[in-house]
């Protein structure tokens, strides 16, 4: 099965720079209620950086820095003119982020370079000897040229203001050809040809990030490091803006969030990647996490990685005709020391703008742009401190609903097989078979489509017919019980629903053993089962070992006992309701196996409908939650295996 492989993805704020009317459009500083640097004019980014020069990107490559335990990508440059500085003829860039294998660290920070790319860099040089573009896409200004090679007008603008700067009484000849219209080029995010697709974080593929518990009705729980806070801010105001930030992006998508508390991480956020669905907010950069001191706060995730080979799905499943990878953890980092964010508003919004990167959206502009839109978006990468809050605009939320939209994508579950061998094959109900069963929120199973790939017939092969999935095994024989929990397989299939819009993640159905029947025809117990329990491999009536009998007088007959996992010789042990409380409902399982927990208000004339989300248990025990509802004066639960 293909590894989930976690990577991680960035997202930073910055507090307003821009480079200056040569190239973008001129802007004053975001307006913050405190002290607000004012945007930097290409004067200013000139004098900052170590060495400014016009190059082209000869080659990209990851590595994995060992000092860190993240990724960084080596970009070597072919420098063509050099504005500031000494820089080598050849000069390597390395910034944090990059893909490495299977796994890949998107850092909103660092600049995305590809082979080939023309850009003019505002470089800064690092102690240890290496280089890199301090402000990101803004210290690595892209220049497009048109199908002729002639310069577009921004890059026009941006070499002879720097010409300007640095010989203004010797102006350079620039082939440039004829002037364009459009001002300057925009990629459709609205970003300067960063890390994003569509306006999404995404990865060195191209491919963006979402969380799949809100196509399953659920809450992604939130914890909070509060060990130190920007001046002024109490517990109870910071708490109450991660609160306001959440409820903005859950009103405006299908996301819902939970608090689970305060806790200290006791490291930044963004190294804990355990894959638990938590999204972490510190406000703090106690640890230093955050490289510079102009640099409100970051946020992003933790995915998984994965394309399924030939049929192309996500593990995030399909919406808006995008796949997608699939977020496992979030994280947020708020720079507390700076005094922007002494204000509570302020902070709020920087709050809000972070947990946009988490839910899987890039800046919708890393420069100055006229678009209004895009300016006064919650992800426009300048803190706007105008008092807006929590508040979006029409842009985050058209995006955020590409991400998780209102009409979600249906959800299954992986799941595993045993296998029953025998000569001739079994042909017996339950056996070597499951249901294949999706849930959606607003659509009927019965309307979900069913699609499966990747096959492989190492031991026989898989039909489906309707949404029932057989397997016929092709051999004689017995193999060992690979681990359920693992990726371990004897064949295994891939399968994803449909709900005629979206899609969802795919899920794996693997054989996990396979046991020898020797009776003929085949009663779908094997031998070694039948002698674990009974003493001997055949099915004698004397002991009511046969298929159909009620050995220990549970109600259940042995067949039924093998495929849910019981045993037949203890009558306790008959997949029973073990215990019924307010809070929790608990039974009898075969672990790994597939249960629906189902509730009616009468028994005369019953509707069941599912009590909560199904449940996959790990042991002998299963259980859910929360099953307590107070608008209803009496409920009956009862719990069925999926077949």
Do not use: H
């Given at each position: 099965m293909a590894e989930e492989v976690p990577a991680l993805l960035f997202g930073g704020w910055k507090r307003a720079q821009s480079l200056g009317a040569f190239v973008f459009w001129l802007a004053g500083g975001a307006a913050a209620p405190a002290a607000c640097l004012p945007a930097l004019t290409l004067q200013d980014h000139l004098h900052s950086a170590d060495a400014v020069f016009h190059a082209t990107v000869l080659s990209v490559g990851a590595f994995s820095n060992p000092r860190d335990g993240l990724i960084h990508t080596r970009t070597v440059l072919q420098v063509l003119e050099v504005f500031k500085g000494r820089p080598p003829a050849r000069i390597p860039l390395v910034h944090r982020g990059g893909n490495l294998g299977t796994t890949g660290m998107s850092d909103d920070l660092s600049p995305v370079l590809r082979v080939g790319e023309e850009r003019v860099f505002f470089a800064s040089h690092r102690l240890d000897g290496t280089w890199f573009a301090a402000q990101g896409e803004v210290s690595a200004v892209r220049l497009r040229r048109d199908s002729g090679g002639r310069l577009q007008s921004e890059g026009e603008n941006l070499l002879r203001g720097l010409h300007a700067l640095i010989d203004p009484a010797n102006p350079p000849e620039i082939y440039t050809g004829p002037a364009t219209s459009q001002g300057f080029s925009l990629d459709p995010s609205g970003d300067s040809g960063g890390p994003s697709t569509n306006g999404l974080l995404s990865d060195a593929f191209g491919v963006p990030a979402r969380y799949v518990?809100?196509?399953?009705?659920?809450?992604?729980?939130?914890?909070?490091?509060?060990?130190?806070?920007?001046?002024?801010?109490?517990?109870?105001?910071?708490?109450?803006?991660?609160?306001?930030?959440?409820?903005?992006?859950?009103?405006?998508?299908?996301?819902?969030?939970?608090?689970?508390?305060?806790?200290?991480?006791?490291?930044?956020?963004?190294?804990?990647?355990n894959a638990d669905g938590t999204l972490r907010i510190q406000l703090h950069d106690h640890y230093n996490f955050i490289p510079s001191g102009d640099i409100l706060g970051e946020g992003g995730s933790w995915y998984s990685v994965g394309f399924l080979p030939n049929a192309g799905w996500g593990p995030g499943g399909k919406v808006s005709g995008m796949e997608f990878n699939q977020g496992l953890n979030g994280f947020v980092v708020i720079k507390h020391t700076n005094s922007v964010l002494q204000n509570l508003a302020t902070l709020t919004e920087v709050i809000t703008h972070e947990v946009g990167h988490v839910l899987g959206l890039a800046h919708s502009s890393d420069l100055v742009t006229p678009n209004s839109v895009l300016t006064n978006s919650i992800m426009f990468y300048q803190v706007h401190g105008d008092g807006r809050a929590a508040g979006l605009n029409s842009y985050d939320t058209n995006l955020v609903r590409q991400v998780h939209p209102l009409n979600t994508p249906p959800y299954s579950y992986n799941r595993v097989m045993d296998l029953t061998d025998a000569s001739p094959q079994p042909n017996v109900p339950g056996i070597n078979q499951l249901e294949l069963r999706g849930y959606d929120l607003q659509s009927p199973a019965s309307a979900l489509a069913l699609s499966t790939a990747n096959a492989t017939a190492n031991y026989g092969a898989f039909t489906l017919a309707g949404s029932t999935l057989k397997f016929t095994p092709n051999l004689q024989g017995n193999g060992p019980r690979t681990d359920p929990a693992g990726t371990g397989y004897y064949d295994r299939i891939y399968a994803r629903l449909s709900d005629g819009t979206n899609s969802s993640p795919y899920l794996s159905v693997r054989t996990v053993s396979l046991s020898h029947d020797s009776d003929s025809p085949s009663d779908g117990l094997p031998d070694a089962w039948m002698s674990a329990v009974f003493g001997h491999s055949g099915p004698q009536a004397s002991d009511k070992s046969r298929a159909g009998d009620d050995a220990d007088g549970d109600g259940l007959g042995n067949l039924q006992e093998y495929i849910g996992g019981m045993n037949p010789s203890d009558k306790g042990f008959a997949q029973r309701i073990t215990l019924v409380q307010p809070n929790i409902l608990q039974w009898q399982a075969k672990a790994y196996e597939l249960y629906e927990v189902q509730t009616a208000t009468n028994l005369s004339e019953p509707v069941w409908v599912l009590a909560g989300n199904p449940v996959i248990p790990t042991t002998s025990t299963g259980s859910l939650s929360n099953i307590y509802d107070p608008a209803l004066p009496r409920r009956y639960f009862r719990v069925v295996k999926v077949p």
């Open positions: 518990a809100p196509d399953r009705g659920e809450a992604i729980p939130y914890l909070v490091d509060a060990d130190f806070l920007p001046a002024g801010i109490g517990l109870a105001q910071a708490l109450g803006a991660v609160s306001n930030a959440c409820a903005a992006w859950a009103a405006a998508s299908s996301c819902r969030f939970v608090f689970g508390g305060v806790q200290s991480f006791g490291t930044n956020a963004a190294s804990i990647s």
